[in-house]
């Protein structure tokens, strides 16, 4: 089985610029989490999306966005870029996000998308 | 709201040694609770989970931890430290909604 593969693995950007990053979920997996892991912090959480749509979202603002595919697969989109979106983005998916209260339900991560705002 | 705290942002083990690490949680209903670890410039891989069924919970290489809802802990421990065992660690609590609350993470160094 595959795992969740992310690209691109690093980018630099300016201000004010935009990006999009892409994930690839595991085999059997229908749900992708978004999480922004600033150094020496644990994961952020962005967003999740199950089925097509947004099923939950952390304190980011707007310009935060993304997208999932009907193969599961999904991408992060960041509008005018700050310096302190500066970060490594992690991509994770997992199983049945809309049951719930699952105690099965684990992360399984991309190696990430490191992000360097100048 | 859950959340979980990291005591101690670095450990220092001397290969061989006993391995703990402090996790604490705050939730106002039985948690799910997490161990993953991160090697350099990887993502983060799962080392155990605690979904009620058992309070001691082993987990890949050889570590184990404890849920102790009197202390609302779930402390991670291995009896022996590897030098492979280098890495960052972070407690997590998941939601109802599958959102997951990471710690600020600790990194272990293992001294030869």
């Known amino acids: 089985e595959t795992g969740v593969t992310q690209s691109p693995t690093h980018l630099i950007k300016t201000r004010g610029q935009q990006v999009t990053l892409r994930c690839s979920s595991q085999s059997g997996h229908n749900t992708v ?32 966005s993304g997208l999932q595919f009907p193969n599961y697969s999904s991408e992060l989109n960041v509008n005018a870029l700050e310096l302190d979106d500066s970060a490594l983005y992690l991509c994770a998916s997992s199983t049945s996000a809309g049951t719930g209260g699952s105690g099965a339900n684990v992360l399984t991560f991309g190696a990430g998308s490191r992000l360097t705002v100048l | 709201a859950q959340s979980v705290t990291q005591l101690g942002s670095h450990v220092s083990v001397s290969e061989g040694a006993l391995v703990l690490l402090r996790c604490n949680y705050s939730s106002s209903v039985p948690p799910y609770l997490f161990w993953y670890v991160q090697y350099p410039n990887q993502g983060l891989q799962l080392l155990l989970k605690y979904t009620s069924a058992a309070t001691l919970v082993k987990g890949i290489n050889g570590f184990e931890a404890e849920f102790k809802k009197s202390e609302t802990s779930f402390h991670l421990t291995k009896p022996s430290a590897h030098m492979s065992d280098a890495a960052e660690y972070f407690c997590a609590v998941r939601n109802t909604g599958n959102q997951f609350y990471f710690g600020t993470g600790t990194s272990l160094t293992v001294i030869p």
Do not use: K, V
Request: charged fraction near 20%; charge should be neutral.
């Open chain 1, 33 to 64: 989490s978004w999480y922004q892991q600033a150094l020496g912090q644990g994961p952020q959480f962005i967003f999740q999306y199950y089925r097509e749509e947004e099923n939950g979202r952390g304190n980011f603002p707007p310009r935060f």
